[in-house]
């Protein structure tokens, strides 16, 4: 099987430590994103917090998302060239396989 992230990281080898690229993703496009490959990442140290609840501390990793009552989360490295191209956000969108209409926006940040 093919994952969305495949293309995405054989696409790019050199990675920035200090940033990730987030995927905020519509709630009622669960079972497309499943059918990507991800699945729902679960702490056992988040067990006792609201799911509402989500900050930077809790990203998900790479090929799982995190839900909220009213959306899910992407987290993915970043390359190191990511800064350099305007419309990167965009091209990486693509990559992973992600339509337009699922995503509630994308942003890199600081991990």
Sequence with gaps: MTYSWDQ????????????CFNVRIE???????????????????DIYLESKYISNETLPISKTYRK???EILLSFDVPYDWSIDTDWEDKALVLLGLCDVW????????K
């Design 103 to 110: 995503v509630i926006d994308s942003s890199v940040e600081d």
């Design 68 to 70: 909220s009552d009213n």
């Design 27 to 45: 709630l009622k496009f669960e079972d497309e994103i499943k059918q990507l490959g991800y699945t729902e990442y679960v702490s056992t140290d």
């Design 8 to 19: 995405y990281f054989s696409h790019y080898s050199d990675w920035d430590d200090a940033h």
